[in-house]
Every structure is written in C-alpha cells, then in structure tokens.
C-alpha cells in the first residue's frame, strides 16, 4: 500500500523546499508558474527503528520499508477557491490520501511574503477557509444538479438522490459554520460516507500543518510548534514544525557530514524522520512485520484491520487461503531475544481470522492456496 499526501501552501511558503527535505530530491525551488505546472513527485521510506533492529536479528538478504508519496503542487493563492481552483490542481488535491500544508514561519527579506508579513496563524486560517470554499463550492454544484433531476425520479433511484440530497445538506451547514468536513463526516450512516467519498472533498481529509521556520528559529521551533498546536490541532489535524531549509541541506549529505553539521548547529536530531512517521500515523497506518533469512518486512494496514485483512495485504491468495496467523508483539520478540524462545516464554500465539493486528506484530500466515 503506498499512500500519496500533497504539499500545498501559499506561494513563498518553501514548499518545494520541504518537499527536497522529506524525499532528498534537487527540485528547483520557486518554479511554480502556474497551477498548470508539472508538480513534483517521490516516493520516501518511512523510518522504522524496529525494522533496523529486526533485521540485524534475522540477517536477511533485503529489508523492505513502508513507504509514502509526496506530491508537491502549485501554490493555493488567496481567494482562489472562490474563483475556481483549476482542474488539474483541484484533481491533485482531490486524489491525496491527506495534504500536507507548509505554513511559512521563516523572515527572509529577498523573499517577501504574499500578504506583507509573516503570521503562521493567518496563513493556515487562510488555507483552511479555500479548501472549505472550494468543498462547498463542490457540494452546491451537485445540490443543484439534484434539484434539476429529483422530478423525474420515481422509486428507489428517487429515494437514492434524496438520501444523498440530505448527506449533502448535512456537509453544506458544517463549511458554512466553518467546521472541516474531517469533522462531521465518520458520524454519517456508513453507506452515505462511502457515497460522499468520491466527491473527494478537501477538508474531509487527514491534515498536516507543517510550520516551516528558519535557522535563527531553530531554539524556538518547540514553542512555535507548540503555539499553534493549542490553536489548530483538532481531529485528524496535527502540527509539526520542521527547518526545511536546514533539513534540505542535511538531507543532501551522506550520514557522516550529516552528523557533523547537525552537531555545528546543534541539532540533536533531524525533524525529517518524525514528520515522514507523522504522515504515515496521521493516515490512520500501522505497520506489521514479516521476517525469515530471505526478507524482513514493513507491511501498511489501517488501525482496527483483522489478521486475514493483513493477509491480504501481502496477497489476497493468503487471504483466500487463510488458516491461521502465527503471532509475536515485536516487544515480546525483543525481550525473548529469538523466535524459539518466544515460544518457551508464552508469548508466540496461534491467531484466527478475527484477531486484530497490533502495531509492530510479527506474523507468519499459514493457508491453503
């Protein structure tokens, strides 16, 4: 499963910049045109820890990460929704798993900010109010087209446009009280969920607020995150903060000269590496492991999925075929120190269809194909 999340924000905000930082590409920075423009796209391994340490246990011939898609789009300009984001930058948006919305915290005099000033605050209620404008804009436009057919209906189909006709209202009172979407649409009846997914509306989507500061900023990037945590964050929103000029430079260093110039500017760790972990755990992922002298691997499922949904993760054969799921907590393998002996100490387990997977779960599937 690779999941695709799309950096968006306002023109000069370092988007591309960051962009370069979480996936170590070159892309030139500052050459959106246009919202027509080409973005740029890379896929990333999501760091695991355990997956390092499972792999020196085993010593297998490869070890395969989770992985992430980040797609980098034109800037989303103030007032842009209310004119009509163009097709291909809305299709973008449209298609993300989540977005991703680099807020500009950084002064830099050669670059001056499109409102004049820098205020992190103002921006991301800025881009929180187009995507809700451009939703509602999508909304009303079916609401419309409804209302022009409801006539000629009769029976079921009828009963089907009105039953999405009243989803749809429902969605409409929550942009114009402005509460995203994200908020309100888990407490639909699941069939009108599954309908209104495929509008693929913007604000219904998981949402990264990413504040991009400067170097001088970096003693303070905490409390910046901080401030805007207790401001912004609310469900399926989480705020980070993160150097992307900084993390740029470091992410086109080999480890060595990496190291020495996080320790010149005193930078215990990299903020890259949590925030590509963010992306992955803001999409509702977990990871199981698979592990044997030929491959140790990452596996992505949802949160609440079940032992023959996994399965089906690595093929849907296993799924067909599934007997039973031998089972280990990554915890439990650490501590015993061997698989053999997590059977002595209790821990390995013998799992049916219904169990349901915990995060860092070791499984061996057994099946018939």
């Not at 900010?113 to 404008?133: C, K, Q, S, W, Y």
């Not at 992505?300 to 849907?316: F, P, S």
């Not at 031998?326 to 799992?351: N, P, W």
């Amino acid at each position: 499963m690779t999941t695709k999340l799309v950096i968006l924000g306002l023109p000069s905000s370092g988007k591309t910049t960051v962009f370069n930082a979480l996936t170590r590409s070159d892309a030139p920075t500052g050459g959106f045109s246009s919202a027509a423009d080409e973005p740029n796209l890379a896929t990333v391994k999501v760091p695991d820890p355990r997956l390092d340490l499972l792999t020196e246990m085993f010593k297998p011939q490869r070890k395969v990460q989770a992985d992430v898609q980040y797609l980098d789009v034109a800037g989303v300009g103030k007032g842009m929704a209310e004119k009509g984001m163009s097709g291909q930058l809305l299709g973008h948006l449209a298609q993300a798993d989540a977005l991703v919305h680099v807020v500009r915290a950084f002064e830099d005099p050669n670059l001056p900010h499109p409102e004049g000033a820098v205020d992190p605050a103002r921006d991301i209620e800025t881009i929180n109010l187009e995507l809700m404008f451009s939703d509602l804009a999508i909304i009303e436009k079916r609401l419309q087209r409804i209302a022009a057919q409801l006539p000629k209906m009769r029976g079921a189909e009828r009963e089907a446009y009105e039953r999405e006709q009243a989803a749809l209202e429902t969605l409409k009172q929550a942009l114009e009280s402005e509460t995203p979407l994200r908020e309100v649409v888990e407490a639909l009846d699941p069939e009108d969920y599954k309908l209104l997914r495929g509008f693929g509306l913007l604000t219904a989507k998981p949402l990264l607020v990413l504040v991009n500061v400067g170097e001088n900023q970096i003693g303070e990037a905490e409390q910046i995150e901080q401030r805007l945590i207790e401001q912004f964050a609310r469900p399926g929103v989480q705020v980070a903060a993160l150097a992307g000029k900084i993390e740029a430079e470091i992410a086109a260093l080999d480890d060595e000269d990496a190291a020495t110039f996080m320790e010149d500017l005193g930078i215990a760790e990299s903020s890259r590496d949590r925030v590509i972990r963010l992306s992955f755990s803001l999409l509702g992922l977990m990871t199981f492991f698979t592990v044997g002298p030929d491959e140790c691997r990452a596996w992505t499922i949802h949160r609440g999925e079940t032992a023959v949904e996994a399965a089906g993760a690595i093929h849907t054969d296993i799924q067909r075929g599934f007997i039973r799921a031998e089972v280990v907590g990554y915890d439990d393998l650490i501590a015993a120190g061997s698989m053999a002996e997590t059977k002595k100490h209790g821990t390995f387990r013998r799992e049916g269809k219904t169990y349901v997977v915990q995060d860092g779960d070791i499984i061996n599937f057994l099946f018939n194909i």
